[in-house]
């Protein structure tokens, strides 16, 4: 069975930093392009980050444009997990935030459906 276990949420004061975890086990985060998505309440979710797989050739990194500069993404491929280490927080970036592995991380940001697996989401507030 495929699990992607996402933790590292909770409550941050504004301009705070968390790092969100995205465990997986049944694959190789090596192998698949993992992305992290968040739904804040009451919108649809959107894509957040993603990184490429090791043998993808043109090795893409995408953050939204929302994001850019304050969070990164990074694969430890010897634990098996994808990393969002997300700075400057604010308040907008209050939301459950998801990863997912699957194939494709595009320059233009992550489309869902090319998303086969999931985690659970994990709460990220940021008070003001």
């Known amino acids: 069975d495929v699990q992607l276990q996402a933790s590292g949420g909770g409550l941050v004061q504004g301009g705070g930093s968390l790092r969100l975890s995205c465990a997986a086990s049944g694959l190789t985060v090596d192998d698949y392009a993992v992305g992290w998505f968040r739904q804040a309440p009451g919108k649809e979710r959107e894509a957040v980050s993603c990184?490429?797989?090791?043998?993808?050739?043109?090795?893409?990194?995408y953050y939204a444009d929302s994001v850019k500069g304050r969070f990164t993404i990074s694969r430890d491929n010897a634990n098996n997990a994808v990393y969002l280490r997300m700075t400057g927080l604010k308040p907008e970036d209050r939301a459950v935030y998801y990863c997912?592995?699957?194939?494709?991380?595009?320059?233009?940001?992550?489309?869902?459906?090319?998303?086969?697996?999931w985690g659970q989401g994990t709460l990220v507030t940021v008070s003001s």
């Open positions: 990184i490429s797989s090791s043998s993808s050739s043109d090795g893409t990194i």
């Open positions: 997912a592995a699957g194939d494709y991380c595009s320059a233009i940001g992550p489309e869902e459906e090319e998303y086969d697996y």
